[in-house]
Nanobody, 114 residues
């Protein structure tokens, strides 16, 4: 069974940084577009950033210039570097395939205090 294991979340003050990791067992990982999603309390899950098999990236407007998505195909891992964090970035962060998420892991909680 394919696994997605997110890690790296935590409690951080506004303006701080975190680096999230997502280790996967997805077959042919290098050919799969991947993405990070987040779900804030009381809100629907939303797309945060995506990365294609060719390394092309896209970001939701609210995180542009602050977040960077990357991938290491040799390690079947996707990363999300988050800088200048804001309280509105608080939520549970998940990785999955893009554009259609085929499975969810447990996610990793990010809490940004003001």
């Amino acid at each position: 069974q394919v696994q997605l294991v997110e890690s790296g979340g935590g409690l951080v003050q506004a303006g701080g940084s975190l680096r999230l990791s997502c280790a996967t067992s997805i077959t042919i990982f290098s050919s799969r577009p991947m993405a990070w999603y987040r779900q804030a309390p009381g809100k629907q899950r939303e797309l945060v950033a995506s990365i294609g098999s060719n390394g092309n990236t896209n970001y939701v407007d609210s995180v542009k210039g602050r977040f960077t998505i990357s991938r290491d195909n040799a390690k079947n891992t996707v990363y999300l570097q988050m800088n200048s964090l804001k309280p509105e970035d608080t939520g549970n962060y998940y990785c999955s395939t893009f554009p259609t998420p085929f499975r969810w892991g447990q996610g990793t909680q990010v809490t940004v205090s003001s």
